[in-house]
């Protein structure tokens, strides 16, 4: 039974034009697919399905449809196909690098988000079966299921973007659709190129990986974690085997040995669910190098802590958190969501035994995405947690264009870091070497 069948929808109470075109396109689809062989087109790459429709609804427009121009024509082909074989109308807008993210609030409010700013869409759902009907395309393809029971879910599509949905009876103004955009695996020094980090940062980071320390990535929401995480793990010597750990995979590693694995949910019957905690659990076993998780956000903490302890040093992780300092605190309250009811001050223990740097990431007014502080985790033990700055952005008054600008500015490694750094072999950095 489709989405569309298993949810109740709206009957929509005014109209617009970009409802009513939507509406058309629909027609449109349906009298297209009735008449081609779906054993036939199964059987066609992506490309020759849709030259195929494309050669079909041009001949259906030059039967039935209006008289229109070519550029009418065209859009009006075009927008009937994507419909068909992929994601209808958002299918322009995954196709336009500008946007960073797409929210859909019901079939007829669709908002992007370009160079970190919000602005709506004029591309609309011609209804809520017509976007139920989208959600249940997308998250099929990745064996998730959503309906009126288990009524949220995390997906992503097939070329990587994240996705998260959200329908009734828990969203009240119809299905909430969002999918958040990755650009391309970035390296560090493309990131120098954009702004988010200097050039004596890379070195660092390179000799901190190599030396296997254990790194946080922490930040708020849109502040390129996942993409800094991705930068930050081709660092990774090419010989190590890496076990990546996530929700929704996200990471594209560029080393040869590296396993991928993926949560997964329960079933209909409430059967089957591998849970981050059980994927961290289980990667013990398999030998890794190191392991990198996408992101903690539960008791998986706890068990992060005890790989990093136990012979695992290296691992990448990230977090959200709005500083480095609170990062720890996140990382102790995960934890404390185990089973196990440790103490305060064991958990504490796990944590400066186990993390060696937190990597704090912001976004600034103007959009832009940069590491704003690095710090070393000197605290030893059950001691209170103690930062020791490596390095710190501090941005330049702004002006009228509101262009974030500044300067990162470098302090002393920790005797505890140097001795890490020459015991691997690695040189301290020149921006951190001691006159």
Do not use: C
């Not at 076993?285 to 903490?301: F, K, L, Q």
């Not at 990431?361 to 020791?388: C, K, N, T």
């Amino acid at each position: 039974m489709a989405l569309k069948d298993r949810v109740p929808v709206r009957t929509p109470t005014g109209r617009s034009r970009d409802a009513d075109d939507a509406e058309a396109i629909a027609v449109y689809r349906e009298r297209l697919l009735a008449e081609l062989d779906r054993t036939e087109l199964a059987a066609l790459s992506h490309d020759q399905r849709r030259l195929r429709l494309e050669r079909r609804m041009g001949d259906v427009l030059s039967l039935e449809g209006p008289v229109l121009g070519d550029r009418d024509r065209a859009a009006i082909i075009r927008r009937v196909v994507d419909d068909a074989l992929g994601l209808g109308v958002l299918e322009p807008l995954l196709a336009d690098p500008s946007i960073t993210e797409i929210m859909v609030n019901g079939p007829h409010d669709v908002f992007v988000e370009r160079d970190g700013r919000l602005q709506r869409h004029p591309m609309s759902f011609s209804s809520d079966e017509h976007l139920l009907q989208t959600i249940d395309r997308i998250v099929s393809a990745v064996n998730r299921r959503v309906d009126e029971s288990s009524p949220m879910v995390d997906a992503r599509l097939a070329t990587g973007e994240r996705v998260n949905v959200v329908i009734p009876p828990l969203a009240l103004d119809g299905p909430s659709l969002t999918i958040r955009r990755f650009p391309r695996p970035f390296r560090l020094g493309e990131l120098v190129g954009r702004g988010s980090l200097d050039a004596d940062l890379v070195d660092l980071f390179g000799a901190l990986v190599r030396a296997r320390l254990s790194v946080v990535v922490s930040g708020g929401t849109g502040t390129g974690k996942t993409t800094f995480l991705n930068a930050l793990s081709g660092l990774v010597p090419g010989h190590e085997r890496i076990v990546t750990i996530e929700d929704a995979a996200e990471l594209s590693l560029q080393q040869e040995h590296v396993v991928r694995l993926e949560s997964r949910p329960a079933n209909v019957e409430g059967r089957g669910q591998v849970s981050i905690r059980d994927l961290v659990r289980n990667s013990l076993r398999m030998r890794p190098d190191r392991i990198i998780v996408g992101e903690v956000r539960g008791g998986e903490a706890l068990d992060m802590l005890q790989a990093m302890n136990t012979g695992h040093e290296g691992s990448l992780v990230t977090v959200h958190a709005n500083a480095a300092e609170d990062a720890l605190g996140r990382i102790e309250t995960l934890a404390a969501m185990s089973e196990l009811a440790l103490p305060v001050d064991v958990l504490r223990d796990q944590v400066n035994t186990a993390v060696d740097v937190v990597v704090q990431l912001s976004r600034g007014s103007d959009g832009s995405r940069r590491v704003v502080e690095v710090a070393a985790l000197v605290s030893r033990h059950r001691e209170p947690y103690a930062l020791a700055p490596l390095a710190t952005f501090e941005a330049a008054p702004p002006g009228s264009d509101r262009v974030v600008a500044g300067r990162w500015v470098h302090h002393e490694l920790p005797e505890a870091v140097v001795r890490r750094l020459l015991a691997a072999g690695e040189a301290v950095p020149a921006s951190w070497g001691r006159s």
